[in-house]
């Protein structure tokens, strides 16, 4: 059992959880990340350490409330709860270089996993830029990364409500193209790194290939073991099967089979919409969602 010691909202749909778990503490390395099971009858889940304390023997995840699963661990978990499993840290480590100028992108909740890689190439004397692109409202590790690399840059785009979830992120989508182009240009850096959705992550990939800037990207197939048990998390690297989660998740963006990992990554979700219509159902009958 992971005790968590503190939860709270640091951004609309961003959860904030310090959880005691002192083995991954004092292994863990930038780049890796764990597996939660948060309930008996509950699935297993990647989320990343964004930061930790080996003495103290504690880790910081950030969970943004997108399916089920994480609308459950952000409503059902107090503080002083715990999590019933948490395996880690599993994947390989951030290539931990000289690379020179680096941008380091991250969309939405993707600037956690950007967060302790941008920090540590920072530390090891690289000159660190990174952009986080979301919208308003959230907006998260912007003191944080302002204090860890050479300079961070937050652009946001406003929420219309007068439009659909998907169609507003189409608007995040094209503010990060534009920005990353204007950076890229300004910048000339000699690594590009991202984290985000999958559509985003080939959309941004397109840009820097015209530069023709090396790329690498984190990804994020569906996973269930995260220990290279049962190829779920497979991907085509360069025509050759890898599994993200022994392999992985840092890849070379140019090498990504992209459309087949977009179509793999959608292969659930009616059965997601489905789960969470019952959740929301089940909440609303209890008096509301929090
Ligand atoms: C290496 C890695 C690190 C991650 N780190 C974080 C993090 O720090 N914070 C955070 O909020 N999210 C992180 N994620 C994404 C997180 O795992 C998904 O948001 C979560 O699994 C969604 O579950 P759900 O039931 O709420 O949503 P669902 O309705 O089940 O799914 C919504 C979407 O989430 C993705 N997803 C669902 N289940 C999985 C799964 N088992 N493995 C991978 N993707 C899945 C799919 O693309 C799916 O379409 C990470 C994913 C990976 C692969
Ligand atoms: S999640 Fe099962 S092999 Fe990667």
Sequence with gaps: MYKILEKKEIAMRNIWYKVHAPHIAKKVKPGQFVIVRAFENGERIPLTPVMWDKEE??????????????????????????????????????????FGKILAIGLYTGVVEVFPIA??????????????????????????LEKAVFKHTVETVSIDPNKSFPENMKNVTARAKEKVREMIENLKPDLVFMVGPVGDQKAIFEVVKEYNIPMEVDLHPIMVDGTGMCGACRVHINGEVKFACVDGPSFDAYTVNWDELIARSGYYRDLEMKAMQLYMEKLQAQGGAQ
Excluded: Y
């Design 57 to 98: 023997g504690w880790i910081g995840l950030v969970v943004f409330t997108r399916g089920k699963t994480t609308l459950r661990i952000n409503t059902e978990l107090k503080e002083g709860d715990s999590f019933l499993n948490i395996a880690g840290p599993l994947g390989n480590p951030a290539p931990m270089e000289k």
């Design 119 to 144: 920090k540590a190439w920072q530390e090891l004397g690289n000159e660190v830029h990174t952009l986080h692109v979301t919208f308003e409202p959230m907006v998260i590790l912007k003191d944080e």
